[in-house]
């Protein structure tokens, strides 16, 4: 099968979207489909681009056997919500006029969103192409842009809700991460739910597998034998990290911990300002790493934490960090609720709070600090969950099996 990709980001972006489109295609190519992803230059987090990337409109490159169509996008810092849709819709319009000019003609077209303008892209290509167009929905837009409150019900709202009732009603099949989000879609938009497969993320167990606690990296970054709470990712409005910052307000007095979070976006400052005024010395902001250090920050902690602001659309979500803790045997405090905490205490890999509660978490960071005997176990047990659960071949082959049934229905009739 000939399968083509839109999505605006890939490796060596970190980052889940990333992370997802570039082992699905690596995943397929293996499996002997022909994988082309139609993406920018490489600029998220910082929105900067290399400097041999700048002023170019279009390159071929390869990542191993999957052929990469990068394509023009104006790159801007993740702030600023008229700078996100210049570069939302600088992305869509260069990634149909590439995908249309260079790419030759396949069976099937996929866009992920968010964004949405990326969704248009891939319906455009498939209409071109006369193949059937498959939408994958990672996040609910525009309803995840309300529940940060970055922005309220307004024309561009409302603009954006019609554009994801043209995509769910013109896609041939819709890809969701979780029957949460199946479930909103039918309830929102009235789409069927026999249109909708759920396929989510999961990780390169190969990638992501267990590495010594005392490496190289903990060395440089000083931490001795503190235990280390990490957090690793965006540092945006949806994860309300100023509560991490007020767990270690809770915690300043109790020597050998310390939490550290890595990334960017566009509450880091505000982050770090905060942390400067409480006088803390038990937290560090550390800039964005390169996707092939990743797996030595989770090796280096002994816990890691996945927050979300206290909203009921993210009850739904299951943030693939949690996937990649999990099969590094690193224990995971899930604070988002819902699904997420009911899979922690499934896997037995972790514990799950309530999200936005400073208070529960330093607690449960000052428990487990003191059963450390105990993150072993749960290390191994969360892994072997997913290795049983959320192993990207497997996940990679059942998505294939839903590709192979709408395209047989194509060649039908």
Known sequence: MKIHFVSQSYSPEIGAPAARVSELAQTWVQMGHEVTVVTSFPQHPMGIKAPEDRRVFFR????????????????????????????????????????????????VVIATSPQLLTGLAGWYLARRFKVPFVFEVRDLWPESIMAVDAMKENFVIRWLKKVAAFLYENSRLIVTVGEGYKKRIVELYGVSPKKIAVVPNGVETQIWKPGPRNNALRRQLGWGNDFVVLYLGTLGMAHALHRLVQAAGELKSRPGLRLVLVGEGAEKEKIREMIKDKGLTNIQVLNSVSKQKVPQYYAACDVGVVHLRDTPLFKEVLPSKIFEYLAMERPVISAVGGDANRLILDSGGGVGIEPENPRQLADTILKLSRQRARLGKMGKKGRHYVLRNYNRTTLAASYIGWLEQITRKKRNT
Do not use: Q
Request: charged fraction near 25%; proline fraction near 6%; glycine fraction near 6%.
């Open 60 to 107: 071929r490159d390869k990542d191993g056997k999957v052929e990469l169509l990068r394509c023009y996008i104006w790159a801007t810092p993740n702030a600023g919500i008229a700078k996100r849709m210049l570069m939302f819709l600088s992305f869509a319009l260069s990634a149909a006029l590439v995908g249309r000019k260079k790419a030759s003609p396949p069976d």
